[in-house]
């Protein structure tokens, strides 16, 4: 069947997708940014339609001719308006897919009794968003579902930071709220089996997993999974707010996505019906244990294929502008150059394991002072570190960086997600000669928001001269010293001895 996917560069999409080429369906892809898709390793397998659920008129072209869509795009820190937004996006697709003679809309939301009047936010929206798309006429298939569970999931990765970074957990009392935590690899498993299933149209289904639990539990189960001892010390009042701040504090996820995610911790989020079994009886969800190794097995071995931060709503500054070529005179630049004596993949292959475990060639402690002040004030810092260690693509979160561009062996351009008076890009550009040399630039942009940020370029230049000189000097080293199957970093340990002390890998 020819099958539309919004969301294909999310956490849920970008899963799915090679899952339904390997079932021979025809996919068409939906992105803001071809750019941000194209360097996946199926891209070339699919259709690429740029199209913004938010601009109704981007939508018929990309929906021309398809017969099933999977709606699975969520707003978890688009701002105050997200759920206007939400309803304002659900309405333009669902309005486009009638004129487009949509067979069945597929639609991913999250779980919570329409009777609770202390929904949270962010779980009312999920579920009009699918009111929304009923509107339209088409069929849907709505799946809710609570904590999903699996490598890079903003559910998980919560969980493990706290668990690996806190010997002793003050749980307030939305951690005592039960829960029915569903693996990752299930929800897919749904998602494909609902494909034109008769019984699956104009149905809400609730799916989780074998298991319920508090949050409390996930987090126990965790810790003895892991060989950790976490007492716990509950506190009778600790409001979202607060609680959104220390989880934001003391992991990747930013304020807005914590309070949305705790906000809806505070709603017994259970399966209550059984149409789930009934449409999918071969489907039988695993436990949360079982779904646990399979996450840990994946970022210990470095396979995580998709993660929560590749969202651009994963972080407030999601919305960046794009770097433009012609707009050079307006910049504060920094060029550096090095002749490196290998070949342009392995100068490459060095330049790319730049940040994460493997640290930035130069000035490890700086930038870890420069991801605290960040964090401090409200961005990224350095604890969304990477999805792989030695391979970026397009969209992937970097520290508080983001890949805006990049070409094989020929260059990789860096977005500045952290908090500045500004914008900011970090460049590597190389080119290779006929003496088996390369010639490494690194350029730094700095697009100044006023007086505030020429202060700012100019103040901390005389940093920005010692770490940029060190790094592209230190990467020529490194590049030089070995051969491209043996790129190592100093400093570099095994995913296992890594994982037991930095939860971030």
Do not use: C
């Amino acid at each position: 069947m020819k099958i539309l996917v919004t969301g294909a560069t999310g956490y849920i999409g970008g899963r799915l997708i090679p899952l339904l080429l390997k079932a021979d369906h025809e996919v068409r892809a939906m992105v803001r940014e071809t750019a941000r898709i194209s360097d996946h390793a199926w891209s070339d397998q699919i259709e690429i339609a740029e199209g913004d659920v938010l601009e109704a008129s981007s939508l018929d072209a990309a929906l021309a001719g398809i017969e099933i869509a999977y709606y699975l795009i969520h707003s978890l820190a688009e701002g105050a308006r997200f759920s206007e937004d939400d309803l304002k996006a659900a309405h333009n697709f669902g309005e486009s897919a009638k004129r487009a003679g949509i067979r069945q809309i597929i639609y991913m939301g999250g779980l919570g009794a329409n009777s609770d009047k202390q929904l949270s936010k962010h779980l009312v929206s999920r579920h009009k968003t699918g009111d929304a798309l009923r509107e339209s006429g088409v069929p849907i298939t709505e799946f809710r579902a609570a904590v999903i569970v699996g490598s890079g999931g903003v559910s998980f990765e919560m969980v493990r930071y706290l668990v690996e970074r806190l010997p002793i957990m003050v749980t307030p009392r939305w951690v005592y709220t039960r829960t029915q935590p569903i693996a990752i690899d299930d929800v897919l498993r749904y998602l494909l089996a609902a494909i034109d299933n008769a019984a699956a149209k104009d149905q809400i289904i609730e799916i989780g997993g074998s298991d319920i639990l508090t949050y409390g539990d996930m987090m126990s189960v965790y810790a003895k999974y892991r060989g950790l001892h976490r007492p716990m010390i509950p506190v009778p009042v600790l409001s979202p707010q607060l609680s959104s701040y220390w989880v934001s504090l003391m992991t990747p996820v930013s304020i807005p996505v914590a309070r949305a995610l705790i906000e809806g911790l505070r709603n017994e989020v259970i399966v209550t019906d059984t149409s789930a079994e009934r449409i999918f009886p071969t489907i039988q969800p695993v436990s949360y244990q079982a779904a646990l190794q399979v996450a840990l097995a994946h970022i210990q071995n470095d396979t995580v294929e998709t993660s929560w931060t590749d969202a651009l709503s994963s972080t407030e500054t999601g919305k960046l502008e794009k770097f433009k070529a012609d707009d050079k005179e307006g910049m504060l630049i920094a060029r550096r150059q090095a002749l490196i004596n290998n070949d342009a993949a392995t100068v490459f292959a060095t330049v790319l394991r730049i940040g994460g475990k493997h640290g930035w060639y130069y000035g490890d402690f700086l930038w870890q002072i420069r991801g605290v002040m960040d964090r401090a004030i409200g961005g990224p810092g350095l604890r969304r570190s990477r999805r792989n260690p030695d391979r970026l693509r397009p969209g992937d979160v970097l520290d508080f960086w983001r890949v805006e561009a990049l070409e094989q062996d020929k260059f990789v351009r860096l977005r500045a997600e952290m908090r500045l008076p500004g914008r900011a890009w970090l460049e590597f550009t190389l080119e290779p000669d006929s003496q088996k040399r390369t010639k490494l630039t690194q350029t730094a942009f700095f697009r100044s928001q006023g007086v505030l940020g020429w202060l700012y370029w100019y103040g901390i230049n005389p940093i920005h001269q010692m770490v940029f000189s060190g790094m592209i000097v230190s990467i020529q080293k490194y590049a030089e010293a070995i051969g491209h199957d043996k790129v190592q970093v100093k400093g570099e340990r095994s995913s296992q001895q890594a994982a037991s002390d930095h939860p971030s890998l």
